[in-house]
């Protein structure tokens, strides 16, 4: 199938891309948005939009509801739910390329529930689909016109321009529990498979071919040597390119560098109580797919405490207080928020008062009145925005209060970078927070430095005879004899991308939440994670401990003999543009961390991983490892 970004101006952000080709998708060779010949808008082209709950996934970051319909979209629905015959409509899939989803497709065109078909597969469909769908048309001698079949290759998830996800449907099939369970071959040829997919399909919206660096051994490794011969093999064989030789999205003339990291070297950052917005958000609310949903309680006078239920929509494109702030400390957050909110209220107040200052010049007054007629509309949605935030971080500061939350990031910043814990870590453990708290903070321990053996062994021992599970603790002793047994060398550093600490906080002690203003913020520091140091070690082309066996792969370059894996040049340039995939699962924090380096250095980075885990679902997952492998269980 040809690429449809071949026919699209060249976005700037793989995000731009992917919705790019999805507008093309919904407008194909549509002139919506022009005008006749006598000057009048033309109507747009009604259609209705069937997908899978693959497809609504990578739909729901990408386009609002009103977006849709700007596209002509007037009825979305799932493949599978039950659907009636709609009379002189065109209806656009947009599903995987599976049996079900095939199946279900020929069910429609046997049914003959529409008049014109457009079937876009979020990756390739297998030849062996195409037949079935080509033999399904002829024999039921449907009076459905099928238009066209495309490959979209937009088997991914943008969440921001510069972050994606291999999927959120079913994602607990390509997480660190799957890919580091005990398991037979076919399911996880299955899992490398389907990663291979993702990635092929994100590199074709990327628009060239990168040289990848994986790390050795576990996943990362199949899936650079699978994803090497699948870019190698069409490049090869394919009669239709689908990447772009010259210049990258950035202007540059260097093929970028794609990094696959196993989630392995570098655990704690996924455990870690974190301080940034984002991350704070996905820690402790149910934050998924730009959407965080959490419950407000109120008080009424008579006493009786009322729940309410709040979405709120966390989209770096048209919210500018969330684009500027998401990767900053909670209190700067904080206070910004409050800032921003008191200069929009006045200016709303000076806005609704102009005209009646009783000004003699009649044209100065109307001029005033237009203004503010225009500009009001822009200002009662930047307040909706910034009032949306403020309950957003009263639920989140609730969260951090109930749980003990800077308690347990303070010890966690010490431990990670390698400096003496100022409080103990058995009397931080005994004085409150979740089983999931303390476990999370005793297995950073057990992976940090700082703390003495015993008094890891007496917290361990203390979790234990309070009947916690200890499988994710057994699981990160395996993983603590493996690391020392490779290399003693190695250094953690902090995930995290600034310091701070909060006074624990009473109801109305800080200025946001009250008067006061107990909130107290440490100066920022900044530190750079383990990944980030990979990750700026091979755009720079220099070796050291933590990239030393990192292997080399170039699709593009001949090979001698039948080895995939190339030598390393010994003299090449730093390159300015690099995609980084963390295979088992990645998080907001080590995202933001990379994020900040990319900016003081200058660099294009974009983050993917299988899926976010938040930190308790990560500890689930190693807990889930050691216990298909034969857990310790729960304590006695």
């Not at 292997?551 to 030598?567: A, I, M, N």
Request: hydrophobic content about 35%; proline content about 4%; glycine content about 6%.
């Amino acid at each position: 199938s040809p690429k449809m970004a071949g026919r699209m101006r060249r976005p700037t952000s793989l995000r731009e891309q992917q919705c790019e080709m999805i507008r093309t998708m919904l407008r194909p060779g549509s002139n919506q948005g022009d005008v006749d010949e006598i000057g009048l808008a033309q109507e747009p082209e009604w259609k209705i939009l069937v997908y899978d709950k693959y497809g609504e996934n990578i739909l729901s970051p990408l386009l609002s509801v009103s977006e849709l319909r700007g596209l002509g979209v007037t009825l979305y629905l799932q493949l599978d739910a039950e659907r009636e015959h709609i009379p002189d409509t065109t209806v656009i899939y947009f599903v995987r390329p599976t049996q079900s989803n095939v199946d279900r497709i020929c069910k429609d065109l046997q049914e003959d529930l529409y008049d014109k078909c457009q079937l876009n597969f979020l990756s390739a469909v297998p030849t062996d689909l195409l037949e079935q769908l080509a033999m399904t048309t002829v024999s039921s001698q449907t009076s459905c016109e099928v238009e066209r079949v495309y490959d979209m290759y937009t088997n991914f998830i943008s969440l921001e321009d510069d972050l994606f996800v291999m999927r959120e449907q079913a994602r607990d099939k390509v997480s660190y529990l799957a890919l580091n369970s005990p398991s037979d071959d076919a399911e996880m040829g299955a899992a490398v498979d389907d990663i291979v997919t993702s990635l092929f399909c994100v590199l074709v919206s990327n628009g060239q071919v990168p040289i990848i660096r994986a790390s050795r051994g576990h996943a990362a490794e199949m899936i650079a040597g699978k994803l090497d011969k699948k870019l190698r093999d069409h490049l090869k064989l394919s009669r239709t390119q689908l990447f772009r030789e010259g210049m990258s999205a950035t202007g540059s003339f260097q093929r970028p560098l794609l990094v696959l990291v196993d989630r392995h070297v570098d655990i704690p950052t996924m455990l870690h109580h974190t301080c940034t917005y984002q991350a704070l958000t996905h820690d402790v609310l149910d934050y998924k797919l730009n959407r965080v949903a959490y419950v407000v309680e109120d008080s009424g006078e008579d006493g009786k405490v009322t729940r309410e239920k709040k979405v709120f929509e966390m989209d770096s494109r048209s919210d500018p207080f969330w684009r500027a702030n998401r990767g900053l400390p909670f209190p700067s957050v904080a206070e910004a928020v409050e800032q921003e909110l008191a200069a929009c209220k006045k200016r709303e107040a000076q806005i609704r008062s102009a005209g009646g200052s009783g000004d003699p010049s009649l044209q100065d007054n109307t001029s005033r009145i237009k203004d503010a007629v225009s500009s009001l509309p822009l200002l009662l949605e930047q307040k909706r925005q910034l009032t949306g935030h403020m309950s957003l971080l009263m639920a989140v500061m609730d969260k951090i209060k109930e749980g003990k939350h800077d308690a347990f990031y303070s010890l966690e910043e010490e431990i990670i970078n390698s400096t003496a814990p100022t409080e103990s870590l058995y009397e931080v453990v005994k004085a409150g927070g979740s089983e999931a708290d303390k476990m999370r903070l005793l297995i950073i321990a057990m992976l940090g430095k700082g703390v003495k053996a015993d008094e890891i062994a007496k917290t361990e021992a203390a979790l234990k005879e309070g009947g916690c599970d200890m499988d994710a603790v057994a699981h990160a002793h395996s993983v603590n004899a493996q690391r020392t047994q490779r290399s003693s060398a190695r250094v953690q550093a902090s995930a995290g991308t600034k310091e701070w600490s909060f006074d624990m906080l009473s109801s109305g002690s800080s200025k946001l939440f009250g008067e006061g203003g107990l909130i107290k913020r440490l100066l920022p520091t900044s530190s750079s994670g383990v990944v980030t140091q990979i990750v700026e070690a091979l755009m720079d082309f220099k070796q050291t401990d933590l990239t030393k066996d990192y292997l080399y792969f170039d699709p593009k370059q001949v090979r001698v003999g039948g080895s995939t894996k190339l030598d390393v040049p010994k003299s090449r340039a730093p390159v300015d543009e690099c995609m980084v995939f963390m295979v088992g699962g990645g998080n907001y924090c080590e995202y933001q961390n990379l994020m900040d380096s990319a900016a003081t250095r200058k660099k294009v980075v974009t983050y993917g991983c299988t899926d976010l885990a938040t930190p308790d679902e990560f500890l689930q997952q190693l807990a889930g490892v050691q216990s298909a492998l034969g857990g310790e269980g729960r304590g006695k």
